[in-house]
């Protein structure tokens, strides 16, 4: 059952990938599979190159070597299209939060009254129904990320990428990306997503990848990587993080 359900779901696989800068290297990961329906989370200190790595997932920075491919197929235009990425500090549009929505769901070629409709069901997931004609620069951070993330659910994709995305956020607007994430991952989308806070990764992650000095240095399911890990340098990390 497990194995049909993996079969089913969207697999992203890079194989020796490596960027290295003035002879020193950034990333250097020889293999890796995400798969499996949950979300994976990215764990790692500052500067493990989680960004670099999820930026090549995404496609939007080349590796000096490797390869990255999403069910099997290198990522070209089609592949990309399929992907959306919520950043640590989103830029908003200078227009209205429902006017943000409405650019993307307009490149996408929904006519007017489809396009309402779908800002009004956005707007009610990410609980910013009241929000829909205040100009979007002048959201608080937590309400930002919360429609950057709707702006990224907007394009329909198979799988979205978040880095760090409530790194800036209280507990509370924490929870309401959170749980929003949750929600789009229980529907169906594929959820990538780079955290240095480890309490997240036991909230959301089905599996835990932990990157340090720009290496994968595990992954397998949440439960084993965070109570049982086997390197002892991530159990020092995890210990570490607890601590402060
Ligand atoms: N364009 C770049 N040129 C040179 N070094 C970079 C570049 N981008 C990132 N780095 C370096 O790569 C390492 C990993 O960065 P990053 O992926 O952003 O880490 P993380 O997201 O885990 O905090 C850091 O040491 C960073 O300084
Ligand atoms: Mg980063």
Redesign the pocket.
């Known amino acids: 059952m497990r194995d049909l359900v993996e079969e089913s779901g969207l697999v992203i696989e890079t194989q020796g990938l490596r960027i290295s800068?003035r002879g020193q290297s950034?990333l250097d990961v020889p293999y890796l599979r995400l798969g499996g329906p949950g979300p994976t989370v990215i764990l790692?200190p500052?500067?493990?190159?989680?960004?670099?790595l999820l930026r090549c997932l995404h496609g939007l920075i080349q590796a000096d070597a490797g390869t990255v491919r999403q069910n099997g197929r290198a990522l070209d235009a089609e592949e990309r299209a399929s992907q959306a990425m919520v950043f640590q500090r989103p830029v908003m549009l200078r227009r209205s939060v429902a006017g943000n929505l409405d650019f993307v769901l307009r490149r996408r070629g929904l006519n007017r009254a489809q396009r309402q409709a779908r800002i009004a069901a956005l707007l009610a997931e990410g609980g910013l129904p009241s929000r829909a004609r205040q100009g979007a620069r002048s959201l608080s951070v937590g309400e930002a990320q919360r429609l950057a993330i709707l702006r990224a659910l907007a394009t329909e994709p198979e799988v979205l990428f978040l880095d760090e995305p409530t790194s800036a956020l209280d507990p509370g607007a924490t929870q309401a990306v959170e749980s929003l994430v949750l929600r789009a991952s229980a529907r169906g989308v594929r959820i990538v997503m780079?955290t240095h806070d480890i309490g997240q990764a036991r909230r959301l992650a089905a599996d835990v990848v932990v990157?340090m000095g720009?290496e994968v240095v595990e992954h397998g399911p949440a439960a084993q990587v965070l109570d049982d890990p086997a390197s002892g340098a991530v159990r020092r990390f995890l210990a570490g993080e607890l601590i402060f």
């Open positions: 800068r950034l790692g500052n500067g493990a190159g989680k960004s670099l780079v990157m720009g």
